[in-house]
């Protein structure tokens, strides 16, 4: 465990705060990190442990990493977005793990960002970046209203700063904008348009962040535009419901018939587990033996449970964050899966 003490917190919305932390100079080389990474903070809920994965929403520093800011979203009672916004101050100290994620800003001279509401946070770490650096970068950005838009001051001292060089697009929802084309959602009608607009040439790389309609129109439209895959890249921070695969429904059985054997290697170290019909995921069995195994949303969304099947097959009930590249390669998410076999080995160091 890793406890950094607040020392930053500013109102971004009526419901959003940004969260800074110190990182004491023992600890920085472990919270290095490159823009579009995010961190989890693990906090205690009613006598359980939750975590939540939040991207840093500022450049590294030239210096080593001396703090790290977040931005947190207050989603509902009983989450770390509550205790964000009312109860934590300046001086406490919270649970932060290192630095993670492969949703992170790519080398080359242009870059387009496709973002609603907090889907911001790590392209905004991006844009300055890329600009300090001489890109270009566009921002087109979805929100409901004006008084929701997050990061407002910052990006418009980057348009001061790198006029030539930084379009924002502010695209409203629930708010009429003098353009018709910035009002309304970021869609497959509008979106076409948008990029009309900013005109990105053929070598940009695409960064998408936020809910997963989103995000899925944007694929589409990049698709139909002729933007190969390899520079189309995404995080969600929502994913809609849906069913799990057919394939889902077999791993009862297979547990059914008795405790499937799992081997993982995590940190050069190897664990042998049983895991039974009582446990939810690989995850969950895995977190028995092995606490220090890497997760975070639970969901499939995040990816850091991403870990290689060396032996045996797995179904997930969901794969949000895996790359069909990245499926046929034999990469799973711990959260998501069970297993189809007796037996199941999982590389996470792969």
Same mark, same amino acid.
């Given at each position: 465990m890793t406890f950094l003490p607040v020392v930053g917190l500013d109102r971004l919305t009526d419901d959003a705060v940004r969260v800074v932390f110190e990182v004491p100079s023992g600890e920085r080389d472990g919270f290095r990190f490159v823009p579009g990474q995010h961190v989890t903070v693990r906090v205690e809920l009613g006598g359980v442990e939750a975590r939540r994965a939040y991207s840093l929403c500022a450049a590294p520093g030239g210096d080593g990493v001396a703090t790290l800011s977040i931005a947190v979203k207050e989603l509902g009672p009983g989450g770390f977005g509550e205790i964000a916004a009312g109860k934590l101050g300046v001086g406490d100290l919270v649970d932060v793990l290192p630095p993670a994620g492969r949703f992170v800003l790519q080398e080359g001279p242009e870059h387009v960002g496709i973002v609603a509401g907090s889907g911001v946070t790590p392209v !905004?770490? @991006?844009? $300055? +970046?890329?600009?300090?650096?001489?890109?270009?970068?566009? !921002?087109?950005?979805g929100n409901r209203t004006a008084a929701s838009v997050m990061f407002l001051e910052e990006l418009a001292d980057l348009k001061d700063r790198y006029a $030539?060089? #930084? @379009?924002? #697009?502010? +695209? #409203?929802?629930? $708010?009429?904008?003098e353009a018709a084309l910035l009002t309304g959602r970021i869609d497959a009608e509008r979106l076409p348009e948008l990029l009309a607009a900013a005109s990105p040439g053929p070598e940009a790389h695409y960064y998408l962040c936020g809910p997963m309609a989103m995000v899925d129109t944007a694929k589409e439209v990049l698709a139909g535009r002729g933007v190969t895959r390899g520079h189309v890249h995404f995080e969600l921070f929502h994913a809609e419901d849906a069913p799990p695969p057919a394939a889902y429904a077999e791993t009862a059985k297979v547990l059914a018939e008795g405790d499937v054997d799992v081997t993982v290697t995590l940190g050069g170290r190897r664990t042998q587990l049983a895991m039974s019909k009582d446990d939810d995921s690989v995850l969950a069995a895995l977190l028995k033996a092995r606490p220090d195994t890497p997760y975070s949303c639970t969901g499939g969304v995040c990816g850091t449970c991403r870990a290689k099947i060396v032996q045996g097959e797995v179904a997930m009930a969901h794969d949000y964050a895996l790359e069909p590249e990245e499926k046929a390669e034999g990469f799973v998410l711990a959260c998501q899966s069970r297993p189809l076999t007796p037996a199941v080995e999982l590389d996470f160091d792969a």
């Amino acid at each position: 465990m890793t406890f950094l003490p607040v020392v930053g917190l500013d109102r971004l919305t009526d419901d959003a705060v940004r969260v800074v932390f110190e990182v004491p100079s023992g600890e920085r080389d472990g919270f290095r990190f490159v823009p579009g990474q995010h961190v989890t903070v693990r906090v205690e809920l009613g006598g359980v442990e939750a975590r939540r994965a939040y991207s840093l929403c500022a450049a590294p520093g030239g210096d080593g990493v001396a703090t790290l800011s977040i931005a947190v979203k207050e989603l509902g009672p009983g989450g770390f977005g509550e205790i964000a916004a009312g109860k934590l101050g300046v001086g406490d100290l919270v649970d932060v793990l290192p630095p993670a994620g492969r949703f992170v800003l790519q080398e080359g001279p242009e870059h387009v960002g496709i973002v609603a509401g907090s889907g911001v946070t790590p392209v !905004l770490a @991006m844009a $300055e +970046v890329a600009l300090a650096r001489g890109d270009r970068f566009t !921002l087109i950005y979805g929100n409901r209203t004006a008084a929701s838009v997050m990061f407002l001051e910052e990006l418009a001292d980057l348009k001061d700063r790198y006029a $030539e060089r #930084l @379009m924002v #697009l502010h +695209v #409203l929802s629930r $708010e009429p904008r003098e353009a018709a084309l910035l009002t309304g959602r970021i869609d497959a009608e509008r979106l076409p348009e948008l990029l009309a607009a900013a005109s990105p040439g053929p070598e940009a790389h695409y960064y998408l962040c936020g809910p997963m309609a989103m995000v899925d129109t944007a694929k589409e439209v990049l698709a139909g535009r002729g933007v190969t895959r390899g520079h189309v890249h995404f995080e969600l921070f929502h994913a809609e419901d849906a069913p799990p695969p057919a394939a889902y429904a077999e791993t009862a059985k297979v547990l059914a018939e008795g405790d499937v054997d799992v081997t993982v290697t995590l940190g050069g170290r190897r664990t042998q587990l049983a895991m039974s019909k009582d446990d939810d995921s690989v995850l969950a069995a895995l977190l028995k033996a092995r606490p220090d195994t890497p997760y975070s949303c639970t969901g499939g969304v995040c990816g850091t449970c991403r870990a290689k099947i060396v032996q045996g097959e797995v179904a997930m009930a969901h794969d949000y964050a895996l790359e069909p590249e990245e499926k046929a390669e034999g990469f799973v998410l711990a959260c998501q899966s069970r297993p189809l076999t007796p037996a199941v080995e999982l590389d996470f160091d792969a």
